[in-house]
């Protein structure tokens, strides 16, 4: 079992900036893909960004340029630094851990507004 705690999330105005990180703990296999996705009312789950232990990242077309996602392996940590956010950036941020199954964590809001 993997367990993921995820901070940072809250209130940011248009074209602000917000950092949020997740700290995974438990059976963590050295080989493995973190990052994040989100939830927007009435939409479905979406891909932010992923990063693999080898170091690939792979970014969704809407948010290149303005994210970036990077891990400390040696804390089993990934984090998510945003910036020039736009209110359709806000939603549920989640943060995922990959070996064999996928494990999430329990979501930190991301609201961006005047």
């Known amino acids: 079992q993997v367990q993921l705690v995820e901070s940072g999330g809250g209130l940011v105005q248009p074209g602000g900036s917000l950092r949020l990180s997740c700290a995974a703990s438990g059976n963590i296999f050295s080989i493995n893909v973190m990052g994040w996705y989100r939830q927007a009312p009435g939409k479905e789950r979406e891909l932010v960004a992923t990063t693999t232990s080898g170091g690939s990242t792979n970014y969704a077309d809407s948010v290149k340029g303005r994210f970036t996602c990077s891990r400390d392996n040696t804390k089993n940590t990934v984090y998510l630094q945003m910036s020039s956010l736009k209110p359709e950036d806000t939603a549920l941020y989640y943060c995922?851990?990959?070996?064999?199954?996928?494990?999430w964590g329990q979501g930190t809001q991301v609201t961006v507004s005047t």
């Open positions: 995922l851990y990959r070996d064999s199954r996928n494990y």
